[in-house]
């Protein structure tokens, strides 16, 4: 069974960066697409971004599209999402998500899921 924990949230300046950063475990990377959505409360969670099996094709939503970047690290199993140019709309649980056929940007496309890390931008 697939595992993934995210990391790398926190409370940051709005205009400031984040990494964050999901380490899967038991299988690759390259087996799977994978996304990141995030959730507030009170709201569905909602589409962040999302890669390819290996090749590197990426989708964003509108929302983050020019400011996020997401990317694997094959070496490490991990995916990454690098957040720039924050805004206090961001602040969110972040969740990493993978499937085993292609990336999709409806969260019923992915099966495994991480707990979520929470992401904070202050004003």
């Known amino acids: 069974q697939v595992q993934m924990a995210e990391s790398g949230g926190g409370l940051v300046q709005a205009g400031g960066s984040l990494r964050l950063s999901c380490t899967v475990s038991?299988?690759?990377?390259?087996?799977?697409?994978m996304a990141w959505f995030r959730q507030v409360p009170g709201k569905e969670r909602e589409f962040v971004a999302a890669?390819?099996?290996?090749?590197?094709?990426?989708y964003y939503s509108v929302p983050v599209k020019g400011r996020f970047t997401i990317s694997k690290d094959y070496a490490k199993n991990t995916l990454y999402l690098r957040m720039n140019s924050l805004k206090s709309e961001d602040t969110a649980v972040y969740y990493c998500?993978?499937?085993?056929?292609?990336?999709?940007?409806?969260?019923?496309?992915?099966?495994?899921w991480g707990q979520g890390t929470q992401v904070t931008v202050f004003a």
């Open positions: 038991e299988r690759t990377i390259s087996d799977y697409a």
């Open positions: 890669i390819s099996k290996v090749g590197g094709a990426t």
């Open positions: 998500a993978g499937a085993p056929t292609f990336a999709h940007t409806r969260e019923s496309g992915y099966q495994y």
